[in-house]
Each structure stands twice: as C-alpha cells, then as structure tokens.
C-alpha cells in the first residue's frame, strides 16, 4: 500500500510528498536474468556509476558486496540466491531513497554478507522499513518492532524482537504503551483516560532524582548518536579506515542501546510518578 500497489479495504494511506521509497523485493523481480552485473549497476553503459554522489567504478562497488571483479560480465541468472540478494542490495544502496522498504533481504545470505548489510543499513540516513525472520538480524538492526497486536491495533515497541518479548511479556501498563506510540486514534484516547483516573504513587528520593536527570542523560545519547552517524555516513569511511569505521559503528549500536534503556526508565519512572 505505501508503494501504491494495492487499495487498503478501508481508510486512506497518506504519505508525505518528500517521501520516496526504494524497494527490495524478495522475489528479485527488479533483476534482468539476462542482463550483466555490469548492466545491472549501470544498465546506461560505462565504467563508473553514482554512488551517493560520489562516482564508483562498477567493480570497486561490486567488490564492496564480496564479488569477484572478475564476474562483472556475468550474466544474472549465473548467480546463487545469495548473489543475486547481494546485487539487488548494492543496486538499491548506490542511491537509497528517503526510505527503504526490505522484504526478507537476509534470505539466503551468509553470516559475513549479513555483517555487511548491518553495516550498510547502520550508514544509511534515512529510515528503513525491514519485515524478516531473521529475529537475530532484526535484535541487531531494529530500533523499533511494530506488533500488529490485533483488532485493528498496530503498537510500536522501542527496540528490536527481543526487546519487543521482554516489553510484551512484562507488565507493561496500556498507558506506557501508548507513550511508546500507539498508532490506533481510538485506543490512544481510551489509555489518555486510564491515565488520568490511576492513583498517583511517590517516587523515592533517589528515583525522583534519576526522573529530572534523565532527560539530560538521553540528550547526551542523542547528540553521540547524531555524531556518530554523521561519521558513518562517509560513503569511503568503511574503506578507507576499516578499523575506525568498525569502532564507530560498535559505538553507535552501543550508544542507541544505552538510549533506548535510559528512554524505557523515564518511561517507568514517570509513569509511577502518576505524571
């Protein structure tokens, strides 16, 4: 629906008109069997393609994706599953839209391919939209898990599979929930009235505390975050210093998880907080 390749059965999609998607389909169907690698990265002709606008030469880019320079002639259709996933990625991140929608892209890649992609999605700048079973794959890459939850109910729980169990599996009340957004109207307001008729509770001394310093501590998150991401998003970084973009990179997932359980805390404590 968001690609506009089907009518929802009721209500409306509405995207913002700056919003443009590059689309990785499970079924590769964007892939010419008969056309070349080279062809495929380039299908105007040449040696060199735009890649985030820098120019790339097409077998230093193919490189990047673990193939052989030597194959840039070969035909698609040549190619095992994993390839062919590996070239469908390399063609949609030369020039990612706004946002990436990816359906099953782990589907037969191996272990360093995976690594690669976690990398490539960790440089994008840009929001990603990714359905896998791969539950390990999403723990690493998701920074929020929507759970379709049932009776029209789409809820958005911070972090990825795991932290969405831990989340569900706790007692959670509906109004935390709903601070973790909510994306049903009628719910939303339903859980704005709960939240007003629960009883407050006091905090202690330390947890009163930990509640006024935390917006700070989450801001300091923020900002290393943006500054690491702004490191990341050198399209050379990875192989110019390989070293320094894999510091960075372990930084950055470290730091958004410091943040997301710094966020979860204030959740809790302002929710006892009765505020």
Known sequence: MLLQEME?????????????????DQKRSDLDPTDSLKKTLSPGGGDYIDVMGKQRHVCGYLKDFMFDPSRVQDKVSQLSGGQKNRLMLAKILANPKTCLILDEPTNDLDVETLDLLQDLLGQYDGTVLLV?????????VAVTTIAMEGDGKAVAYAGGWSDYQQQKGSNQSSETIAKNKLFAPETKTKTKTKVKSRPKQNLSFSEQHRLETLPAEISKFESQISKLEDLL????????????????????FERQEMLLLAEHEWLELEEKSGV
């Open 8 to 24: 929802p059965d009721q209500g409306r999609v509405k995207v913002r008109k700056e919003m443009e998607f590059s689309y990785f």
């Open 132 to 140: 896998s079973h791969d539950r390990d794959f999403l723990d690493r």
């Open 233 to 252: 998003s050198d399209p050379d970084l990875f192989n110019a210093q390989p070293v320094k973009f894999k510091k960075a990179t372990e930084a950055l």
